[in-house]
């Protein structure tokens, strides 16, 4: 079992940046893949971005080039830096973690974002 505990959100002008942050209950480096989610008032939910064990990266079209995702296995924490932030950018974030075995994805509480133009 993992549980995901997510901060770092808050309200903010567009154009601004913020970093979100994601500590699990267990070490980073026993999971699978890890990322960032989010879900805007009446859409479904959406990948931002994911992070493999080893680093790899991979964005969502609508991100890519202004967000960031990082991992540090030694404070089990995911990261996700967000700059040039726009008002679509308006949701709350969900952090996820894959474990191995068994296979299955954990989620956090979420976090709310909030960009006013």
């Known amino acids: 079992q993992v549980q995901l505990v997510e901060s770092g959100g808050g309200l903010v002008q567009a154009g601004e940046s913020l970093r979100l942050s994601c500590v699990a209950s267990?070490?980073?480096?026993?999971?699978?893949?890890m990322g960032w989610h989010r879900q805007a008032p009446g859409n479904q939910r959406e990948l931002v971005a994911t992070?493999?064990?080893?680093?790899?990266?991979n964005y969502a079209d609508s991100v890519q080039g202004r967000f960031t995702i990082s991992r540090d296995n030694a404070k089990n924490t995911v990261y996700l830096q967000m700059n040039s932030l726009k008002p679509e950018d308006t949701a709350v974030y969900y952090c996820n973690a894959d474990t191995y075995f068994p296979k299955k994805t954990y989620w956090g509480q979420g976090t709310q974002v909030t960009v006013s133009s």
């Open positions: 992070i493999s064990r080893n680093g790899d990266t």
């Open positions: 267990r070490s980073t480096f026993s999971l699978n893949n």
